[in-house]
């Protein structure tokens, strides 16, 4: 959880304990300490800057959210402009093997089923090389 909170920030941990009365441990008040939210950026380093987009980072920013109803949905998720290149992408390989390709996604189209499950699965490492790098990153930054 504190690690949570050095990058999220304490603000925002603390108003959503408010806003749905959630008990705390006073205990957590000194473990937890103050934090300002960190922005994605600082995450960015040269051996990661490759997987980096300004659609990543937003889908990041959306989903690692303390507010549940804050954080995006499934299908909101699924929606996201993140995945937009990976379903045109798509779209190109069936066009070319005479498949009928499914259009880029727009808001509301994931319900009519336009984006698969294989959209995910083809994004997971992109997004799990950016993920992957915050535990180390919120370390370091933390020590600094």
Not at 17 to 38: A, C, M, T, V
Not at 86 to 107: F, Y
């Amino acid at each position: 959880m504190v690690r949570i909170a050095k990058v999220l920030g304490t603000d925002d941990l603390y108003a959503y304990i408010e806003k749905y009365q959630i008990d705390l441990d006073p205990r957590f008040n000194d473990i937890l300490g103050r934090h300002s939210r960190k922005r994605w950026e600082r995450f960015v380093h040269s051996e990661n800057q490759h997987l980096v987009s300004p659609e990543a980072l937003d889908y990041l920013d959306k989903l690692l959210r303390y507010d549940h109803q804050e954080r995006l949905t499934a299908r909101e998720a699924m929606e996201h402009p993140y995945f937009y290149p990976i379903v045109k992408e798509q779209g190109r390989m069936a066009s070319m093997s005479g498949h009928n390709s499914p259009p880029v996604p727009t808001s509301g189209q994931v319900g009519g089923g336009s984006v698969n499950s294989s959209v995910a699965v083809s994004a997971t490492p992109v997004l799990a090389g950016v993920i992957s790098s915050l535990p180390n990153s919120a370390t370091a930054s933390a020590q600094s």
